[in-house]
């Protein structure tokens, strides 16, 4: 048992170094190996029988283990995912997963966050507009979250509202739902990055209660 | 379905995991006839880079219709009949002469599937999430896109609800095509934005 609360997944991965060359095809078949267009169905018979709430699924897939996550394809991702909430769900168990696999069934660890109970209010009105200076807030939830790590703590300029959407935070971790706008906020890479790339900027969707006026 | 027998040892720990979600999910009645197939067959064949390719070449072939593409994609790539899961809220970004645009996901795997199809192994795998956000010029040039010095990248990582589609440049030489010839030369990744045409 780790003593260490792991927060920041493994999913989280912009900007980590060491990964080493992208094993880049020209074309590819949707599917590889027939397992993984079967998996790939069974994700969507999971999801049809449970009904996560939105971001609940991905959350699964966050909630890997680490090892397990970085050595795994994405159709094995789906496939955990859709196993450990199919267990979550009460829809099976995993002891019947095991039995009928012959074998350990690697399932998703816990979710750490604790339930969302009042999700707040909506935020009907954008308080950034195209052009405005804004910083991600500097901070590392225990749940699910779409703000990625690399660009907390940086300033950034709005470059695009794309309407209002339930904030992935609030609804992964219970029922309720708070609406909040988005938007597309531009960050050089010399203000990411600090090793003096020019011409270059990255674009990051996110949500209005990530950010705060720079 | 009994176990063991049936299978060979040649099948995978993933294989066995497949087949047992499966076998416990068609004994509690939840797969309907048939949907496992027909699942595959609607990602094989009905969703793919061809029918980005399409839009492309509407777009280069149409100039209001361009326009209509960068003002509102989803609305323009629904003309063309095509839209759905991973495709409500389109954004399509342009490359001209002095920028070019790259689409990633670091979080997870998110693309534009009615356009594009499920995305490529690569695209979902570490390595290609971890660089393009951070040495994109190095990356693009590793995967044979060589850029000028002086062209302006910009990264849009999906990180929310908007899912992107990268629209390339249209190749010199090409004012003669009619647009079935043109949507021929669109690449899939030139739509992702890591290759020119």
Not at chain 1, 75 to 93: D, P, R
Not at chain 1, 123 to 146: A, I, K, L, Y
Not at chain 1, 162 to 180: C, K, L
Request: aromatic share 8%; proline share 9%; with cysteine.
């Amino acid at each position: 048992m780790s003593r260490v609360r792991p927060v920041d997944g493994i999913h989280d991965l912009g900007g980590m170094q060491g990964f080493g060359a992208v094993g880049h095809t020209p074309a590819e078949p949707a599917f590889h190996r027939p397992w993984e267009g079967r998996a790939r169905a069974l994700m969507e018979v999971v999801l049809g029988a449970v009904r996560p709430n939105g971001g609940e699924f991905r959350h699964a897939i966050e909630r890997m283990a680490p090892g397990h996550y970085l050595t795994s394809s994405y159709y094995e991702h789906w496939l955990t995912a859709a196993a450990t909430l199919a267990v979550e769900h009460g829809l099976i168990t995993r002891a019947d997963l095991e039995a009928r696999a012959g074998g350990a069934f690697p399932l998703s660890g816990p979710v750490l966050a604790p339930p969302v109970t009042g999700p707040g209010a909506d935020v009907s009105v954008p308080r950034f507009g195209v052009g405005d200076q804004v910083r991600v807030r500097e901070w590392h939830p225990p749940g699910h979250t779409r703000c990625p790590r690399y660009i907390r703590g940086k300033t950034g300029m709005v470059v695009r509202l794309d309407g209002s959407y339930p904030v992935p935070d609030v609804e992964a971790h219970g029922a309720g739902r708070r609406r909040e706008p988005t938007y597309s906020v531009r960050f050089g890479a010399a203000e990411l990055w600090a090793d003096g790339q020019r011409g270059v900027s990255v674009h990051v969707d996110l949500w209005d209660s990530y950010l705060e006026p720079a | 379905m009994t176990e063991g027998a049936d299978h060979p040892a040649a099948m995978s720990p993933v294989e066995h995991r497949v087949a047992a979600l499966e076998a416990l999910l068609t004994e509690r009645g939840l797969i309907p006839e048939g949907f496992i197939e027909e699942t595959v067959h609607r990602y094989e064949s009905e969703i793919g880079p061809m029918n980005g390719a399409r839009v492309v070449a509407r777009a280069w072939a149409d100039p209001r219709y361009r326009e209509r593409l960068l003002a509102d994609a989803t609305a323009a790539i629904a003309e063309l009949g095509f839209g759905g899961a991973e495709g409500h809220h389109m954004v399509v970004v342009e490359n001209t002469p002095a920028v070019h645009n790259v689409i990633v996901c670091t979080l997870c795997s998110c693309y534009p599937w009615p356009t594009l199809g499920l995305p490529p192994a690569w695209y979902k795998d570490p390595p290609y999430r971890a660089r393009m956000v951070r040495e994109p010029r190095v990356l693009l040039a590793e995967m044979g896109c060589e850029l000028p010095e002086d062209t302006e990248i910009r990264v849009w990582d999906s990180s929310a609800e908007v899912r992107y589609l990268v629209l390339p440049q249209r190749p010199a030489g090409t004012e003669g095509m009619t647009e079935a010839e043109l949507a021929g030369l669109v690449t899939r990744d030139s739509m992702i934005g890591v290759a020119r045409l």
